[in-house]
């Protein structure tokens, strides 16, 4: 039973209507636990949607998805989605917006600080747990995000462009950051990129998109080290 399966998967936006737009067709992927996968693909062409899809956030229009074997039906603290922006509430301080997920699941005020502050030791940032969100760096309010998604523990981390809005060495670091949380908490990572330096610094393995089956005709694999390892 793999973290993430899809057969047949598609989805057309509002299905049934006049603006009907279809996104996604005939995709089939195995995710396997523990990998970091990367989908790449220009923009446009349903990265985003495949994540809703698998998040819980809309509704598959044909084929299967399924999350350890069970069929995706909605929203759950195991498949935690962050964003480009990271949304965090500014009125927060940077610990209360990582306990605010913990909410849902009735943990107590103690529970949740203890939580919050282990995932911020996890990111490096305790020391700016008590400070509020327009006090820091793009980069540190990215890792905030990623806090706040690892504390709810999630098996599979769903990232859609999360370092796009961050400047090349911010995202370069960020990038770093993200392949040690990942070892780290042994989660199942799905990350979208339209950039294709950002899929090979991160790759563990590589999904492209294309609307052209048989044209990736050949995968070379480069045994030296990547730049930055
Ligand atoms: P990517 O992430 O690869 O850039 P998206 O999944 O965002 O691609 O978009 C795929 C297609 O679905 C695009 O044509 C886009 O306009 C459309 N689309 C995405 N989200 C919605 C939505 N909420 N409603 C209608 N169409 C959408
Ligand atoms: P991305 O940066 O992932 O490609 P977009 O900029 O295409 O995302 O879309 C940003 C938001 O707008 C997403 O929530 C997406 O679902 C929504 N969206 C994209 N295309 C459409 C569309 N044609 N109609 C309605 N919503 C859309």
Known sequence: KDPVV?????????????????????IDLDVKPGE??????????????????IAGLEDVTTGELNHFGEPVTGPSPDRSLIFQETSLFPWLTVWENVAFGLSIRGASHAERKEAAVQALREVGL?????????ELSGGMRQRVAVA???????????????FAALDVQTRQKMQDFLLDVWRDSGATVLFVTHHIDEAVALSDRVVVFTSRPGRIKTIVTNDLPRPRD
């Not at 047949?8 to 067709?25: N, V």
């Not at 690892?150 to 999360?162: G, Q, Y």
């Open 6 to 26: 899809c057969r047949g998967l598609g989805k057309t936006w509002a299905a049934g209507t006049s603006r009907a737009h279809e996104a996604l067709k005939g």
């Open 36 to 53: 970091f996968v990367v989908l790449l693909g220009p923009s446009g062409c349903g990265k985003s949607t495949l994540l809703y899809l």
């Open 126 to 134: 305790t020391a700016a747990m008590n400070k509020r969100p327009d």
């Open 148 to 162: 706040r998604a690892l504390a709810m523990r999630p098996k599979v981390l769903l990232m859609d462009e999360p």
